[in-house]
């Protein structure tokens, strides 16, 4: 038996072969008087290979009306240079058959598809050509996150999906239950969840965070990489209900050096997408984004600006600028604010540290003017923040002040004090929205067009 060739290998070989079996979904057919063009590709690349079924082969006539568009085909045959101008290689069937037929109904016929459409076909959008580079950029930019984090001795770490913790605070967070709404076990007239599966209110996680400090006050430096999950009910093009989190957490390390890192990841994640993903890159440079490629080049070329958050807010206040959102300390910064920083302003990605207590989190480590918390975002062209982070309260008393302030149990988090109270170190760590940073390499502007199938306020489809 002759082993599969893959489409993207054989458009890469470097010699022709005499024997070789290939394997995909029909493209497009087109026929002549004695033979046949038809277009295969398997998903391994953005270009298509050309197999040439001549009319003399076996069942030709009963076998070749099955090969219509999204049909999948087997095909044997010499893998040749193609005598076509500007082509390269091509495949000389010498036996071909139909391993499953697509109708007339098959929606991905060769013409322009909105991307409305294609999201509701989600479960076939992957053959289409921009999908196909977007979810093989997804793929190698996985890749990407796991060799930065190995090739400097992080250790990946996987944290619960299911979690009785709030890491944010601001509960927007799923419930996860057994409970019959109809028929809730009650307590004091209130839903008793000692009757519950975790016998305790449990949720999916906004965060892998808290979980990651417990791993890095003993292991040093890890990260984590998973989903996860905000009942957010916020249906723009940045925003989702599931999503993944890369969150490195690092022992002994101050907020400068989590600046350092997170500019350092941000860097490297840019540079292998261009490296890796040639194709698919300069097929989003001419359909999706014309100037990707040089803002993305730009961020790689210009070292990180760095200014604090009341820095940041005097000069929005000094701008002139006429923004939607108001501007004023205190206030969060919004994504029109942050790109008027990168683009107009410094011209150069940006990362904005040390903001206002009062907008962040309780485990951020507060600064000795006791207004801000030693927090920072790191901030690009086109998309604004795509990391957020901190170095994290390490002193006792302080985080249990913080607790108090947010009004969150010592009790429920009494394994976090408990790493302040045995050995605690400084440490920092950062979060990175995945599909934020696919979005930004990409040039893709709607958050549910990296993600394979789209959870968001309303739609849980497939």
């Known amino acids: 038996m002759i082993r599969r060739t893959l489409v993207k290998k054989a458009l890469n070989a470097k010699e022709p072969e005499d024997e070789i079996r290939i394997e995909g979904w029909v493209r497009t057919r087109r026929d002549a008087k004695a033979f046949s063009f038809v277009e295969i590709n398997d998903g391994t690349s953005l270009a298509n290979l050309q197999i040439i079924i001549d009319a003399t082969l076996s069942d030709y006539e009963t076998e070749i009306v099955k090969v219509t568009t999204g049909a999948a085909i087997r095909v044997h ?8 101008k500007n082509q390269g290689w091509e495949v000389i069937a010498t036996a071909f058959e139909v391993i499953g037929q697509a109708d007339a109904s098959y929606p991905l016929q060769k013409k322009g598809h909105s991307l409305e459409f294609l999201r509701e076909i989600a479960h076939l959008r992957p053959r289409s050509n921009l999908f196909g580079c977007v979810f093989r950029v997804r793929s190698r930019l996985a890749h990407a996150v796991h060799q930065f984090f190995q090739g400097r001795d992080f250790i990946y770490i996987h944290t619960p999906i299911i979690t009785a913790s709030d890491c944010e605070g601001a509960g927007e967070m799923f419930k996860v239950t057994t409970i019959d709404p109809a ?5 004091d007239g209130q839903v ?3 009757k519950d599966f975790f016998e305790k209110p449990s949720y999916l996680t906004v965060s892998g965070q808290l979980a990651a400090e417990v791993f890095a006050c003993s292991m040093s430096n890890v990260y984590t990489f998973g989903p996860t999950f905000r009942a957010e009910n916020s249906n723009t093009t940045r925003h989702a209900s599931e999503f993944w989190m890369i969150e490195p957490e690092m022992a002994f390390c101050d907020l400068q050096e989590d600046m350092d890192v997170a500019e350092t990841f941000v860097k490297y994640l840019i540079d292998d997408i261009l490296k890796h993903c040639a194709a698919d890159m300069t097929f989003f440079s001419k359909f999706v984004d014309k100037g990707l490629k040089d803002r993305l080049q730009w961020v790689l070329d210009r070292p990180f600006e760095r200014v604090s958050y009341a820095e940041a807010i005097d000069i929005l206040l000094q701008s002139g600028q006429t923004f939607e959102y108001p501007v004023d300390y205190g206030l969060n910064l919004q994504s029109e604010h942050e ?3 990168t683009e107009k302003h410094f011209k150069c990605p940006v ?6 207590k009062t907008i962040k989190p309780f485990y951020m480590r507060a600064n000795d003017d006791g207004k801000t918390v030693a927090a920072m975002d790191v901030l690009v062209p086109g998309i604004g923040e795509i990391v957020g982070g901190s170095q994290r309260e390490e002193r006792l008393e ?4 913080h607790l108090e302030h947010h009004e969150l149990s010592k ?3 009494g394994w976090y004090l408990d790493l302040r109270r045995f050995g605690s170190v400084p440490h920092s760590g950062f979060g990175m929205g995945f599909e934020r940073m696919l979005m930004f390499v990409t040039g893709v502007s709607n958050i549910r067009d990296v993600i394979p199938f789209a959870r968001t306020p309303g739609n849980a489809e497939f």
């Open 77 to 84: 045959g010499k893998l040749t240079l193609s005598q076509g």
């Open 183 to 187: 028929k809730p076990p009650l307590k």
């Open 192 to 194: 008793d969840y000692g």
């Open 339 to 341: 790109r008027y920083l």
């Open 351 to 356: 990362t904005v540290y040390n903001y206002p």
């Open 398 to 401: 302080v985080l249990e002040k």
């Open 411 to 413: 009790e429920d988090y």
